[in-house]
């Protein structure tokens, strides 16, 4: 007979992790599955610093690490492995992995979101050359060079900032003629004397040889284009949630996320979803290990 898990948690993110906690302390049988390494988009971090307990901040891989040593205290278990499939139609659900067929009497959805990209020619092939969608990750290589920043709200304000500290030149282009990012960012932003706002604008086109060595940018208000010389690209533009495997088996928002309330729960019985593929105001970390405890308390 196959086993069966009292839970299954599709996510080694912060959610993910602060229900297998919650689940396995309250002494729930709990497998953990994650496709790459505990703490999900969290390990892109370099330094977390909005997070309550860190005085001086803390390394995302480092936090999420941490995260998973705590649910494996009270005997949660992890399986790294990704997930294709589900079935959510039976008492019994069936999560499909490249690592076979786990079981479980209920199952938390926390597959969280990947940064989106903007579509335009050679984006993909150049990622990795010269584009970038994680400062924190790659900023260390455009030390004493001009790097460009897309996006306007919080992820794109951050991002600019840490390249500022790094880079020659900052150019951070946004679509509005304002920030769309908290207040916090962006007196900080106003002082560093490398980065400069190009408002009203996108990026159309970018430049290269076999890497990138420019970006046209173009003004929406009057239709004109320039081309910035920058050696960086970094694409702050928000996420798209991890929801493609999920095939209809709950319901789904117009943005791809996850409908459920406050209580985590979904539109299939025993089904919980938690963290930044859920339907909500505002992804943080914080708010990520909110949903975990909430759909942790239910399992």
């Not at 997070?51 to 205290?73: S, V, W």
Request: glycine residues 14%.
């Amino acid at each position: 007979m196959e086993h069966i898990y009292d839970t299954l948690i599709i996510g080694g993110g912060p959610a993910g992790y602060t229900a297998a906690l919650y689940a396995a302390r309250g002494k729930a049988e709990v497998l953990v599955l994650e496709k790459i390494s505990a703490g999900g988009q969290m390990t892109l971090t370099g330094e977390i610093d909005n997070y309550p307990g860190f005085e001086e901040g803390i390394d995302g891989f480092l936090l999420g690490e941490k995260m998973k040593k705590c649910a494996e205290r009270f005997g949660a278990e992890t399986r790294f492995a990704e997930v294709t499939g589900v079935d959510f139609t039976q008492k019994i659900k069936k999560i499909y992995t490249s690592d076979g067929t786990f079981y479980g009497k209920t199952v938390v959805i926390a597959t969280g979101a990947d940064p989106r990209r903007i579509g335009i020619a050679d984006e993909k092939e150049l990622t990795g050359k010269g584009v970038h969608y994680c400062a924190h990750c790659d900023g260390i290589f455009y030390k004493d060079k001009r790097v460009v920043v897309v996006g306007g709200g919080n992820s794109a304000a951050s991002e600019a900032l840490h390249l500022s500290r790094i880079a020659s030149k900052v150019y951070l282009v946004h679509r509005r003629n304002s920030l769309k990012a908290e207040k916090y960012y962006y007196e900080p932003l106003s002082r560093m004397g490398n980065v400069e706002f190009i408002w009203d604008s996108v990026l159309t086109e970018i430049v290269s040889e076999d890497r990138v060595t420019g970006a046209v940018i173009k003004n929406l208000n009057t239709g004109k284009t320039k081309t910035v010389d920058c050696e960086g690209i970094f694409i702050a533009i928000g996420r798209k949630p991890n929801t493609d495997f999920l095939g209809g088996a709950v319901e789904l928002d117009s943005g791809g996320y996850v409908v459920a309330g406050e209580n985590t729960k979904t539109s299939a019985e025993g089904v919980f979803a938690a963290g930044d593929v859920r339907t909500k105001e505002l992804r943080q970390i914080a708010t990520a290990v909110g949903d975990g405890a909430v759909a942790g308390s239910y399992l």
